[in-house]
C-alpha cells in the first residue's frame, strides 16, 4: 500500500506568468524532474509558446489529512525560476514531456505545438543549458492545418524515436530524431499516446498506444497491413477516452468521459478491471505508480487526483488544487506527482510505501 509524505503548495511567480494560457483538456503542459537527493523538484511548465522552469523546495512537511483522507497542503517556497532558453514555438504549446537519459544526468525534453511542431533540446543537470543539442521538425502539412490537442511521446528504449499526435489532422507521425518515419492514420481524433511496455512486443520503441475517439488503438510500427494498427478495442459509444498509460508488467488504462477506469491485458486484449464512476469529472490523466503497479495515480478534469488499488477500486489518498489543472504530471522514475493550476498554484506531493504495513506482514509471517 502506498502513502503520501505530504502535499507542498508554492505559487508561480506572477514576473514570471501574469495570466498562463488556457492549453486544451489534456493537461500535457508539466513535466517534473526530481533532485537526487531528493530535496527539491524541478517543475516544468508550458504557457503560451514559451517553456518555464522553477526550483520548488521538497523539504520534510508533515502529512496533514482532511476527510476521506484528502491530503491538505502546506505552503513551501520557489528556489529559482527562470524562462528556459530555448527556441520558441509559434502558436500555443500543447503538450510537454521531460524524458530522462540513462547513461548520464542530461534529460530531453520536448514540446509540441497545435499545429504539430516538434522541437526537442537536451539539457544539462542543471537544466539551464537548452542550446547544446536542439532539433526542430516542421509538421508534414508545413502547418497549413488547422490548430488543435497535440501530443507527444518518446519510446522509452530508443529517446531518439518520438511519436506525434495531432487532433484535427487525425494523424501521428513518428520521428528518429528529426527524420521523418511514417505517419498513421486514426479513423477519429486521437486524445493521448504512449508507447507500451510489454516484453511480448519485443522492441519496445515499436507498439504505440493511441486513443481516439471512445476507441484504444494498438498501432505496431514495423507493421505494414492494415496501416500498421494491431488492435482496436471500442468502448462506450459517445464517452471519448482522454487518458492512457502503461505499467511496468504491460498493463495498459485508459479513462475518459465515462470516468471509469479500465485495465486491459494485451496478451488477450481483454479488461482485468473496470474501476466503475471513480472519478467525480471526466478523467484526463492517468498514470501506474512506480513502486507498486497494483496502484493507478487518477487525475480529473476539474481540479481533483487521487491514488487508488485498481484490483480492489479502493482509493488510498486524494489531493485537490485550488482551480482546474492547467497541467498535470508524475516523475518518469518516482512517485513524485504535480500540478499546476490556473490560479498560479502548483501542488506537489512525494509519495512511498507504506512501511507500518510492511513491518506488520512481516510479523504475521512471522508467526504463521
Known sequence: MLKAKGLRKAVVPSILIDNPSPGNIQPTRLALHVSPDGSSCWVFIASGSRVFKLQISMDESSVLEGKDSLLIPVQTKVLDSLLLNRCPHRSEIQSLVLAEVDSSSDQLLGTVD????????????????????????????????????????????????????????????????????????????????????NPSFGNGSSVLAVTEGCQLTIWDLRMKEKGGCLQRICGSIGD?????????????????????????????????????????????????????????????????????????????????????????????????????????????????????????????????
Open 114 to 197: 497545435s499545429y504539430g511542431h516538434l522541437i526537442v533540446s537536451k539539457l544539462d543537470a542543471t537544466g539551464k543549458d537548452a542550446d547544446r543539442f536542439t532539433y526542430s521538425v516542421l509538421p508534414r502539412d508545413s502547418g497549413l492545418g488547422e490548430g488543435s490537442w497535440a501530443g507527444l511521446c518518446f519510446s522509452p528504449s530508443e529517446l531518439s524515436t518520438a511519436a506525434v499526435a495531432h487532433s484535427f489532422g487525425k494523424t501521428v507521425d513518428v520521428y528518429d530524431q528529426d527524420v521523418h518515419v511514417r505517419t498513421l492514420r486514426t479513423l477519429l481524433y486521437p486524445t493521448a499516446l504512449t508507447f507500451i511496455q
Open 240 to 368: 471519448n477516452f482522454y487518458a492512457v498509460c502503461t505499467s511496468s508488467n504491460g498493463n495498459i488504462a485508459v479513462g475518459g468521459a465515462d470516468r471509469t477506469v479500465t485495465i486491459y491485458d494485451p496478451r488477450r486484449w481483454s479488461a482485468l478491471s473496470r474501476w466503475v464512476h471513480c472519478s467525480k469529472y471526466e478523467i484526463t490523466g492517468l498514470s501506474f505508480s512506480s513502486i507498486d503497479s497494483d496502484c493507478i495515480y487518477v487525475q480529473g478534469v476539474d481540479y481533483e487526483a487521487f491514488c487508488g488499488q485498481w484490483k480492489e477500486r479502493n482509493k488510498l489518498f486524494s489531493l485537490r488544487g485550488d482551480s482546474n489543472w492547467l497541467g498535470f504530471s508524475k516523475s518518469s522514475r518516482r512517485d513524485v506527482l504535480g500540478g499546476w493550476c490556473d490560479s498560479g498554484s502548483i501542488f506537489l506531493t512525494d509519495v512511498t510505501r507504506d512501511s507500518e504495513e510492511d513491518t506488520s506482514n512481516g510479523f504475521v509471517n512471522g508467526l504463521s
